[in-house]
């Protein structure tokens, strides 16, 4: 009878072999980070891994082709890229709603600089997690897993143990944790429209912003009451924001009948389409500021 160890190297090897044809790395030389083969000629990536339209993309047998954005999210840190993909079966993904559970087993597939393949194993930590984006913004939803990655492992997949794509890596957390996005019917969507070139287009304020607490300090230190807010520090030609009338030395204190306490409060706000009114304190005096998102 084969031992827990003998099963797990059995699976692991088993998970190499299946998924391996479909991890690919994205950049040159050592890479900035992986990616897998989603469909014919479609590579899913994360954003931050691009420094342009086109990348190269090397597949695990060694072979290179030049890869092309369809469709990129910074925000969502994802992107889409057309790219020969030489007749490799994608991976196997069959979105469900739910994500795996605290304690299920979990395998890191990436391919490191030069040649062979990397299989690592952990279980997963956490779920519904969230951290900052390249651009700042909130991901939420994400499963935190402890099967280890290399540097120039964000964007390769996590699967289980009949080779399924469960989620993409894409940050590291502390030491010895990760956060994938999960693989569910949302990030399908998401893909999907990617796929076909439709790279989301959110409205962005152009503010420089200080933090609640940071604006209570501000504000006492000029002799000004305290009040919860995002402080306006600077405001930047041209931007939504100038043209609405926002000047630096601002309070925002509100987003339509949302109270801003945070910045993911407003960044929630400006997913809205349409206009925004914006509630301010400038000075002693409450205004109301129209920002037109469209």
């Known amino acids: 009878m084969p031992s827990v160890i003998e099963e797990l190297q059995a699976t692991v090897a088993a998970v190499g072999a299946a998924v391996a044809p479909a991890v690919v790395r994205i950049g040159q030389g050592a890479g900035r980070g992986a990616g897998v083969v989603i469909g014919d000629g479609r590579v899913l990536t994360n954003a931050h891994n691009l420094r342009g339209d086109e990348t190269t993309v090397t ?14 999210d ?3 840190d994802l992107a889409v890229l057309t790219v020969d993909t030489g007749g490799i079966t994608a991976i196997r993904w069959e979105p469900a709603g739910v994500s795996p559970g605290v304690g299920a087993p979990v395998f890191a597939v990436t391919t490191p600089a030069g040649p062979g393949l990397r ?7 956490a779920v519904g997690q969230a ?8 991901i939420a939803g994400s499963i935190e897993h402890t099967a280890p990655l290399s540097r120039g492992s964000s964007g390769g997949p996590i699967v289980d143990a009949d080779g399924a794509l469960l989620g993409i890596n894409t940050n590291r957390v502390g030491d010895g944790f990760y956060l994938a996005l999960p693989a569910d019917a949302e990030l399908a969507a998401r893909i ?4 076909r070139g439709e790279s989301p287009s959110r409205p962005r304020l152009g503010v420089a912003l200080a933090p609640a607490h940071a604006a209570r300090k ?7 009451p305290e009040r919860d807010g995002l402080l306006v520090r600077g405001v930047e030609d041209g931007s939504l924001a100038a043209t609405a009338g926002l000047r630096q030395g601002d309070l925002l204190v509100s987003a339509g009948d949302r109270a801003l306490t945070s910045v ?6 400006l997913r809205s389409p349409g206009s925004l009114v914006l509630g ?6 409450e205004i109301s500021v129209t920002v037109e998102l469209s």
């Open 218 to 224: 501000l504000r006492a230190a000029v002799g000004l």
């Open 264 to 269: 993911d409060d407003l960044f929630d706000a």
């Open 59 to 72: 597949f695990a047998d060694g072979r290179t082709a030049v890869g092309t954005v369809a469709g990129i």
């Open 119 to 125: 299989v690592t194993f952990g279980t997963v930590s």
């Open 192 to 195: 999907d429209a990617l796929g």
């Open 280 to 285: 301010v304190v400038r000075g002693a005096e």
């Open 131 to 138: 951290f900052r984006g390249p651009r700042g913004h909130r």
């Open 74 to 76: 910074g925000e969502g």
